[in-house]
């Protein structure tokens, strides 16, 4: 049945500068404006923006708060510090079978004026309802609130080396400092084109870069400051396509491909999303099984030496033994050609290892790479 | 546009050579609709194509296109230099950028197909 899709608040920009709109989980979101290719080189060259609105931010208070998150979540929520962020995922055993819901990143914001602690969990677009129900279905009868603020909120990434500066442009020196001082996984607050946002240290495409929350009315005065400020020093909005292409090079799991419901969190090299250490989220003894005895498929990178790139769902050969499948691939246009991150068995898992994509009727030879694919200069920030 | 040209609705254009062969191509619309492209797979000449069977394929950064036989034949050329060249379908879709000559089995199969108005009206009336 075809439901109406829900709009951030800048659709009218996107569609307004050519964006080519397409439902993505339920939104109406620009796949890209003019060229993925120039959108991801501008985004690696100079800085790029992007409405990531769609992405579910929902917000979790009281004096309770970190206790009943603590019992959630695979990171450890206890002890988190004010303009802490960590990647976490969200496990459920609903009906006693522990699956991964959501990958998500948790922050812990400045305290409510009484005193009370606030945090903020940003989940994927298409897992925000069920995460919703879930985390609703365990809330305890006091010390808690919680509410999903998605469309109450906006919110917008901007990448690149010149991020930081262009962001801080429209911020008072005191705020633009705050900013550029901010370490990577951290947050804090700041008024940004004259719009209060939760700025945070944080982003999918392997460059540097904030990402910044603001109220929905804030949100096309805030791009549209962002943009002009930046588009004269090579600044481009991008879309979902060139965000995909961007964050493949930065090796970056995508929930829904690499990552999945029975995914085994260590096999896709996210043993650091899980902290087991005396803890007991939802599915602990079973993560911490998976832990102690390595199985099954591991997640690698898969270089082409061909432009054309294997999909979600095309096999890994190695003669006549399929050896694994893709997860996501595409053309990769900072390394001018095609990469793939694939589950494969653990035999051929090594780097430097020889397979081939079956790509439709015809096989491409690939060779098996480290990720991430593309890692930005970190002397240059 | 050239005006002798002829458009399946999945976009290939037609235009008549002598002695009963056809040029084909790809729609400018679908160039730009395509966008990013990376890769193009041609055809063996000699190969027999039925009207609507795919005889090639197109990717961008995003997909993977089939190409479409837009009459029956038999493939008797085809622009080898294209696939290490595929800007020029964006700079010159109805000239340098052609794809392949078809010798058509029944040069009525044209009929078939829209003409220029046709295709426009048909394209103008699709969102990208």
Known sequence: MSQSLLETPLVEWHVAHGGRMVDFAGWRMPVQYAS???????????????????????????TAAVEWLESLLTRRVAGIEVGRVRYTLVTSDAGGRPV?????????????????????????????????AWLTSRLPGAGVTFADRTLATAMIAVQGPLAIQIVGSLCTPADAARIAGLGNYRA??????????????????GEDGVELVVDAAAATPV???????GAPLGLRACGLGARDTLRLEAGMPLYGHELREDSDPCAIGLDLAVNLDGRSFPGAGHYGSLRNHP?????????????????????????????????????????????????????????????????RDSRQPAVVTPLPFYQRDKRRA | MA??????????????????VLTVGISSYAVEALTDLVFMQLPAVGR???????????????????????ISGEIVEVNAALPGKLETLGKDPYGEGWVVRIKADNPTELDGLLDRAAYESLVGSQPH
């Open chain 1, 100 to 132: 991964v819901l959501d990958d998500a990143l948790i922050s812990r914001d400045t305290d409510a004026p009484d005193g009370t602690t606030r945090l903020a969990l940003v989940v994927n677009a298409s897992n925000r309802d069920r995460v919703v």
């Open chain 2, 48 to 70: 027999k194509v039925k009207a609507g069977e795919s005889f090639g394929e197109i990717e961008s950064v995003k997909a993977v296109s089939d190409l479409y036989a837009p």
């Open chain 1, 223 to 229: 791009w549209d400051a962002v943009h002009a400020a």
């Open chain 1, 295 to 359: 199985a099954g498929r591991v997640r690698v990178g898969l270089t082409f030496e061909s432009k054309r790139s294997a999909r979600e769902g095309d096999a890994v050969m190695q003669g006549e033994r399929q050896v694994g499948i893709v997860t996501s691939g595409s053309f990769a246009p900072t390394l001018g050609t095609a990469v793939a991150m694939a589950m494969v068995d653990r035999d051929v898992a090594s780097p430097g290892t020889a397979v081939e994509g079956v790509i």
């Open chain 1, 188 to 205: 804090t607050s700041a008024v940004v084109a004259g719009c209060a946002a939760a700025v945070s240290r944080t982003g999918y495409t």
């Open chain 2, 3 to 20: 005006a002798d040209l002829k458009f399946a609705k999945t976009h290939e254009w037609v235009r008549p050579e002598s002695g009963g």
């Open chain 1, 36 to 62: 993925i290719v120039e959108e991801h080189l501008a985004t690696r060259r100079a800085a790029g923006m992007f409405d990531v609105s769609h992405m579910g931010r929902l917000t979790i208070g009281g």
